[in-house]
């Protein structure tokens, strides 16, 4: 039996930010000058980023309109950012995380047309906060799973976690014919905003968002609504440079992320080698799932590829509409891939996630289409001109 992904829910904070307006927040802070209100503003420009969702909504919030600055954490009432702990910043990921995580896990089970009762194990996923009992044990509590429900928790591995969480639900999924994994996502990286002239963290505001997602997986064809995305195998490289390129630590006041330049650049010489390795000399996949670090990584792995145009369509528009959600990204991404009617029965999909180190994480899926439910191509694009 080869384990599928049934189906995948997202959920995001109801605060969207435009990403003209965060670019302006960062601009009017206290201690910019002239060479750092050019370089956010380039950042920004260049992200590909329209807009982001976030659970602080302070950020949402026009200056003189702040209201009491005594009741704000992020945010005073003259609209410079504040720097509140890294305590601080953990009690409202302790807060906050559990909603969105049950929301992206009640989607994804309904999508999928199994219950609740059915999961068997479930893992989840996250690197901007802690907690325990942590996001496994709410999740079991607030969707009423089994009390008997296997949980792992996957911590602190970035923006390629959820790529390694499928390969352990793979591995779950065949340990018991029953089994049902549900695989849940979750980040709340604007809780670690903080005002900076440095440019790394520049660019690590310019890009990163709030956000959630949930797969379920199951190797039992019996299970769930036909087809979804089937998980062939997954691989693990650690490129030759990049260790202290991309760094995600806590501090004082919040986690601190560690993005520079040479990040696209490493990966743009390194991808075409990885997923050689990876794909082998099968048939080359016709449709991607790239993680989104930022437009340029998007345009290195293009490049580095030799892709269509139009081959990271689908992670280009999830970058534009939600910015950078970490782990959750790629599953977005997947997401928009599982709807998409143009994309034929059999259609080999790549996916690939970087992590620090830096790690490249990659899974070869299948597109696998309920039977009667295969779209022409030729009447699809027929009915899209009329």
Same mark, same amino acid.
């Given at each position: 039996?080869?384990?599928?992904?049934?189906?995948?829910?997202?959920?995001?904070?109801?605060? !969207?930010?435009?990403?003209?307006?965060?670019?302006?927040?960062?601009?009017?802070?206290?201690?910019?000058?002239?060479?750092?209100? !050019?370089?956010?503003?380039?950042?920004?420009?260049?992200?590909?980023?329209? !807009?982001?969702?976030?659970?602080?909504?302070?950020?949402?919030?026009?200056?003189?309109?702040?209201?009491?600055?005594?009741?704000?954490?992020?945010?005073?009432?003259?609209?410079?950012?504040?720097?509140?702990?890294?305590?601080?910043?953990?009690?409202?990921?302790?807060?906050?995380?559990?909603?969105?995580?049950?929301?992206? =896990?009640?989607?994804?089970?309904?999508?999928?047309?199994?219950? =609740?009762?059915?999961?068997?194990?479930?893992?989840?996923?996250?690197?901007?906060? @802690?907690?325990?009992?942590?996001?496994? $044990?709410? %999740?079991?509590?607030?969707?009423?799973?089994?009390?008997?429900?296997?949980?792992?928790?996957?911590? /602190?591995?970035?923006?390629?976690?959820? %790529?390694?969480?499928?390969?352990?639900? +793979?591995?779950?999924?065949?340990?018991?014919?029953?089994?049902?994994?549900?695989?849940?996502?979750?980040?709340?990286?604007?809780?670690?905003?903080?005002?900076?002239?440095?440019?790394?963290?520049?660019?690590?505001?310019?890009?990163?968002?709030?956000?959630?997602?949930?797969?379920?997986?199951?190797?039992?064809?019996?299970?769930?609504?036909?087809?979804?995305?089937?998980?062939?195998?997954?691989?693990? =490289?650690?490129?030759?440079?990049?260790?202290?390129?991309?760094?995600?630590?806590?501090?004082?006041?919040? @986690?601190?992320?560690?993005?520079?330049?040479?990040?696209?650049?490493?990966?743009?010489?390194?991808?075409?080698?990885?997923?050689?390795? @990876?794909?082998?000399?099968?048939?080359?996949?016709?449709?991607?799932?790239?993680?989104?670090?930022?437009?340029?990584?998007?345009?290195?792995?293009?490049?580095?590829?030799?892709?269509?145009?139009?081959? %990271?369509?689908?992670?280009?528009?999830?970058?534009?509409? $939600?910015?950078?959600?970490?782990?959750?990204?790629?599953? /977005?991404?997947? =997401?928009?891939?599982?709807?998409?009617?143009?994309?034929?029965?059999?259609?080999?999909?790549?996916?690939?996630?970087?992590?620090?180190?830096? +790690?490249?994480?990659?899974?070869?899926? +299948?597109?696998?289409?309920?039977?009667?439910?295969?779209?022409?191509?030729?009447?699809?694009?027929?009915?899209?001109?009329?």
């Amino acid at each position: 039996m080869t384990a599928r992904i049934v189906s995948i829910g997202t959920a995001v904070p109801p605060t !969207r930010i435009q990403q003209d307006d965060v670019r302006a927040l960062f601009a009017a802070q206290d201690g910019v000058d002239r060479l750092t209100r !050019r370089r956010i503003q380039a950042v920004f420009d260049a992200s590909a980023i329209e !807009r982001r969702h976030t659970v602080v909504d302070e950020l949402a919030a026009l200056p003189g309109v702040l209201g009491d600055s005594a009741e704000r954490t992020f945010l005073g009432a003259d609209g410079l950012l504040r720097s509140p702990t890294t305590g601080t910043r953990n009690d409202l990921y302790t807060r906050l995380a559990p909603g969105l995580t049950s929301a992206a =896990a009640r989607t994804a089970l309904a999508d999928s047309g199994i219950e =609740a009762s059915a999961v068997t194990h479930v893992v989840t996923v996250s690197c901007t906060g @802690f907690f325990a009992p942590g996001p496994d $044990y709410r %999740l079991v509590r607030d969707l009423g799973l089994p009390t008997t429900v296997e949980r792992c928790h996957l911590g /602190f591995i970035g923006c390629a976690a959820a %790529l390694p969480a499928l390969r352990v639900a +793979t591995a779950l999924a065949h340990t018991r014919p029953d089994a049902v994994v549900l695989v849940v996502c979750v980040e709340l990286c604007s809780l670690h905003v903080r005002a900076s002239s440095d440019p790394q963290q520049i660019v690590a505001a310019s890009v990163f968002a709030d956000g959630a997602a949930a797969a379920v997986v199951t190797a039992d064809a019996e299970i769930g609504r036909p087809g979804g995305l089937e998980l062939e195998r997954f691989g693990t =490289a650690l490129t030759d440079e990049g260790e202290t390129d991309m760094v995600w630590t806590i501090g004082d006041n919040g @986690f601190e992320m560690v993005l520079s330049a040479e990040v696209p650049r490493i990966i743009g010489r390194e991808i075409r080698g990885a997923v050689t390795r @990876f794909v082998g000399d099968g048939e080359p996949p016709a449709a991607w799932a790239v993680h989104p670090g930022g437009r340029s990584v998007l345009d290195r792995v293009e490049a580095g590829l030799e892709l269509a145009p139009d081959a %990271l369509a689908a992670s280009r528009t999830v970058l534009r509409e $939600y910015g950078n959600m970490s782990s959750a990204t790629i599953l /977005f991404i997947l =997401a928009a891939l599982l709807r998409d009617d143009a994309l034929a029965d059999g259609t080999r999909v790549a996916g690939l996630a970087f992590g620090p180190g830096l +790690t490249v994480e990659s899974a070869l899926l +299948t597109r696998r289409r309920p039977a009667g439910l295969e779209v022409d191509r030729g009447s699809l694009a027929m009915a899209a001109t009329a």
